[in-house]
């Protein structure tokens, strides 16, 4: 089936660096979207992506839409404790609800 | 604000029972859906449905089976179940009139998971 591949799996960083994630594919998607997973609990939209190119922030959050749709990328400057979690990208193809996700980058953050 | 409700949140099986996983909103959402995540993996579609009485096969539909009598409800049924079903499974509703996802107000909504263990 269709994979999105996402890396690191997985990160160990102190409080207050950067963080940078991404998300390639072998297909085109024509919308990235960027989820966070809060143990026991169900993914939390972080970042919608419309377009090719398209820059997008939401505070300490920045993603970008790769130019030939088959990446996407996550960056989070200064991280917080509460930056904890796993991060997801999730592709969606033109006039399609469905959603496919990434394998998810867990972040740990050392205080 | 109950959102999506999904029950139960934990369940032990042994191989060979059944069992439905309940799942509910509250958002008059058409679009419907039933995904799975493996430790370490993201989430991989089962079943979705786009409006009372229409359902559709995800990626990986074999083992469940799913109905959509209401616009609310949508419940996914394990008829044998098997130790590769060991997974949490999470609902999820949205609204769909052929547009985007937003990002104000979340609107692709989870629920808070079941984990389901096959022994």
């Known amino acids: 089936g269709q994979q999105l591949n996402q890396s690191p799996q997985s990160m160990f960083i102190q409080e207050g660096e950067d963080v940078s994630m991404n998300c390639t594919s072998s297909s085109i998607f024509n919308t990235w979207l960027w989820y966070k997973q809060d143990p026991g609990e169900g993914p939390v939209l972080l970042i919608a992506l419309y377009k090719a190119g398209e820059l997008t922030s939401n505070g300490r959050l920045t993603a970008q839409f790769g130019i030939t749709r088959k990446d996407s990328f996550l960056n989070i400057s200064a991280s917080i404790p509460s930056d904890v979690g796993i991060y997801f990208c999730?592709?969606?193809?033109?006039?399609?609800?469905?959603?496919?996700f990434g394998q998810g980058t867990r972040l740990t953050i050392n205080p | 604000n109950a959102g999506v409700t999904q029950t139960p949140k934990f369940r032990i099986l042994k191989i060979g029972q059944s069992m439905t996983l309940q799942c509910t909103q509250d958002m008059n959402h058409n679009y419907m859906y039933w995904y799975r995540q493996d430790p370490g993996m993201g989430l991989k579609l089962i079943y979705y449905?786009?409006?009372?009485?229409?359902?559709d096969k995800g990626e990986v539909p074999n083992g469940y089976n799913v109905s959509r009598s209401t616009t609310e409800d949508f419940p996914l049924r394990l008829e044998l179940a098997a130790p590769s079903q060991t997974s949490v499974y999470f609902c999820?509703?949205?609204?769909?009139?052929?547009?985007?996802?937003?990002?104000?107000?979340?609107?692709?909504?989870f629920g808070e998971g079941s984990w389901l263990t096959v022994v």
């Open positions: 449905s786009v409006g009372a009485g229409i359902t």
């Open positions: 999820a509703s949205s609204y769909s009139s052929g547009g985007r996802p937003q990002i104000s107000g979340n609107t692709i909504y």
């Open positions: 999730a592709g969606q193809k033109q006039g399609a609800q469905k959603l496919v």
